[in-house]
């Protein structure tokens, strides 16, 4: 028998680092990972893997050669650190995309200076999720560094790359080479930011497609001459809008999604382009043009790209046939009509059970650090679980990390520190509990 587990002095060891989780944070966000292109990702990489070696982890990194992205100038490099003791037990990795959305117009603060101003620290990537990825590895130090040479299993942390285009070069190259499957990893823990008493259990699901009209090319004078491809699409879209978007609104899923606006299927028609390609024109003072000059055609072509967001009630096979009924229905109704899809993305909504180890764990933490009941939540979009789930065939993961949802992505993101400290101190216990959890019981 152990005795029962006190958690209160690992609390009070993650409180002393403060100003090492600060400190660490704005190293991070001080070098510009933004994607795209995908800057700076070997220095941020190397600042990881250098700390981390330094705390006794094994550290590789991994590029993902020849993988979407990746070139000689912009390579795609992701960093995994593990240690694990000689006991056997499982295995529990955070995950951090190291990337960042450009920063964009409306800055008051430097966006990569990471100035620290009454309790908050200022710059693109301090929320999403530079600030989560700094919360996991004082935590993970902390823990070691309390728990001694003796305990079981295996802590890993991750730097990985392109989350925000998508993740095929980090978490998808990754969990094709086995990183993220049993019997390697048993719990992940994807610190997002969702706040510090949330637990992301998944993501609605996505298809992409992209839609295209064909019509008949001829001079733009005599249209009766050809088929306007726009027009067609024009049809079609006035279905998307008059038809399916209102039953889609009334398809409401049972997940927790957030905000509560997302608990519905949507449809966003992410861009349309028809006839020429897009022209630069513009007039001097006498009317004439300087930009480029006008050329009169119907268009024969139109293409429009669909951002499907789907429900855990729907199956993808019918998110897909919804559309080609729809198609269908024009081209038996409308003259002329004709029109090919090509899908370019997809992947399955995913829901980790509430009652799956790293979703208990996670909550008991959640419970002790901050004395109160966490909320369960699903996002919108998809992130890195998508890959986790899918190829690495792992169920048991969540996202958890500080940081307001709202702000990732805007101008003056910023991070709380007392919101870093505190999810530190719950990642650290979660982890514990995860690694040994008959102490717990
Ligand atoms: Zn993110």
Redesign the pocket.
Known sequence: MHPPVDVAPLLAEIAARQSDLVALTQHLVRIPTINPPGDAYEACARLLGERLHKSGFVVSYVRAQGAPGDSEQHPRINVIARRAETRAGPCVHFNS?MDVVEPGPGWTMPPFGAELRDGRIYGRGTC??KGGLAASVVACEALLAHLGDDWPGALEISGTVD??SGGFSGVGYLAKQGYFSKPRVDHVIIP??LGVDRICLGHRGVWWAEVETRGRIAHGSMPFLGDSAILHMGAFLQRIEQTLIPQLARRRTQEPVEPPGARVSTINVNSIHGGQVEQRYASNADGEPVGDLPAPVVAHRCVAVLDRRFIAEETLDDVRQEIIDMLDELQRTRPGFDYGVREIMSFLPTATPRDAPVVLATARAIARVLGREPSFIASPGT?DQKHIARTGGLRDCIAYGPGILDL?HQPDEYVAVDDLVQSAQVMAVAAWRLLDPHRFD
């Open positions: 995309h999403d999720m989350e925000e997002e930011p992130y990732a």
